[in-house]
Nanobody
Framework: QVRLMESGGGSVQAGGSLSLSCAVS???????MAWFRQTPGEGREGVAV???????RYASTVQGRFTISLDKSRNTAFLQMNSLKPEDTAMYYC????????????????????WGQGTQVTVSS
């Protein structure tokens, strides 16, 4: 059974940094891990994706500020968020896709079968 365990998040002032981590267990083979975010009344936005070959993809809203990485030895994905803005405030969810993936890397909610519980990120102005 695939399980995701998130940690990190919290509150920070604009311009600050936060990091998120997501440990995945119970899988084998190729893997894509992604971070999505959601605000009340909105759908989930794919923020960043990392594949098991190290390739990445970012939303234009976070390009240059967020960095996603995958430590395969620890089966853990990390999202380093710098230069945070109030509009980055959201619930952040880790997601995993097991098996084949194409290019561009998947960044839509329906493309991921496994999800973490979510962690709140709040950026104050």
């Amino acid at each position: 059974q695939v399980r995701l365990m998130e940690s990190g998040g919290g509150s920070v002032q604009a311009g600050g940094s936060l990091s998120l981590s997501c440990a995945v267990s119970g899988y084998s083979g190729k893997l894509c891990m992604a971070w999505f975010r959601q605000t009340p009344g909105e759908g989930r936005e794919g923020v960043a994706v990392v594949a098991s070959d190290g390739s990445t993809r970012y939303a234009s809203t976070v390009q240059g500020r967020f960095t996603i990485s995958l430590d395969k030895s620890r089966n853990t994905a990390f999202l380093q968020m710098n230069s945070l803005k109030p509009e980055d405030t959201a619930m952040y969810y880790c997601a995993a896709r097991i098996g084949l993936y194409g290019w561009p890397l998947p960044r839509e909610e329906y493309e991921y079968a496994y999800w973490g519980q979510g962690t709140q990120v709040t950026v104050s102005s």
